[in-house]
């Protein structure tokens, strides 16, 4: 069975440009949640998607940020446009139920220079 | 509101030896603890989790952890360190504050060092 798959692994853009981050969940997985970690600070919470809805979008930062889960499968997490503050590993992690493991993906690591 | 302290960014320990991994936390219910585990260039890999069963909780890999209600803690060890554990931990609690939606709020991470 795959795992949660997130792409690119790697970003590097330039300050006001536009990235999207990609998270495939593991197949049947209804609970769908962004994270992401500042360099040297804690991984925090971006948001939770039960199927296509935004569950609990309290972790954005503002409204640069854009996260989508057309049809509860895939989902994407734009960053419009980015600054130097948002550079950091962004991971996904998807599962079950919200009292089931959560399986997380490698991580995007964006830099924006 | 909930948090998670882990004391200690860094950790070496020799080969063979005691690991100890330091994490309290605050949460005015009981909570659901989580350890996760990330290797060089992958994703964060569950350890073990208390869901309020057993205060003592093995994990994968040898590790295990015990829920300390009186200290707030919940502390990872493994008996002998092995290269391979060389990783970054991370002690999580779910956010009980949110109705239980399997949010998760993370520690700092305690990088661990093996040395041969």
């Known amino acids: 069975e795959a795992g949660v798959t997130q792409f690119p692994s790697h970003s590097v853009i330039e300050k006001g440009q536009t990235v999207t981050l990609r998270c495939d969940p593991i197949?049947?997985?209804?609970?769908l949640y962004w994270y992401r970690r500042v360099m040297g600070k804690e991984i925090k919470f971006l948001l939770h998607f039960v199927k296509e809805s935004k569950q609990d979008e309290s972790g954005m930062p503002n409204n640069r940020f854009l996260a989508e889960r057309t049809g509860g499968t895939y989902s994407t997490l734009k960053v419009q446009p980015a600054e130097l503050e948002d550079s950091g590993v962004y991971f996904c992690?998807?599962?079950?139920?919200?009292?089931?493991?959560?399986?997380f993906g490698q991580g995007t690591r964006l830099t924006v220079v | 509101a909930q948090s998670v302290t882990q004391l200690g960014s860094h950790v070496s320990v020799s080969e063979g030896a005691l690991v100890l991994l330091r994490c309290n936390y605050s949460?005015?219910?009981?909570?659901?603890l989580f350890w996760y585990v990330q290797y060089p260039n992958q994703g964060l890999q569950l350890l073990l989790k208390?869901?309020?069963?057993?205060?003592l909780v093995k994990g994968i890999n040898g590790f295990e952890a015990e829920f300390k209600k009186s200290e707030t803690s919940f502390h990872l060890t493994k008996p002998s360190a092995h290269m391979s554990d060389a990783a970054e931990y991370f002690c999580?609690?779910?956010?009980?504050?949110?109705?239980?939606?399997?949010?998760?709020?993370f520690g700092q991470g305690t990088t661990l060092q093996v040395k041969p």
């Open positions: 197949s049947g997985h209804d609970n």
């Open positions: 208390y869901t309020s069963a057993a205060t």
């Open positions: 999580a609690v779910s956010d009980e504050g949110s109705g239980n939606t399997g949010k998760l709020i």
């Open positions: 992690a998807s599962s079950l139920g919200v009292v089931s493991e959560a399986f």
């Open positions: 949460s005015s219910v009981p909570p659901y």
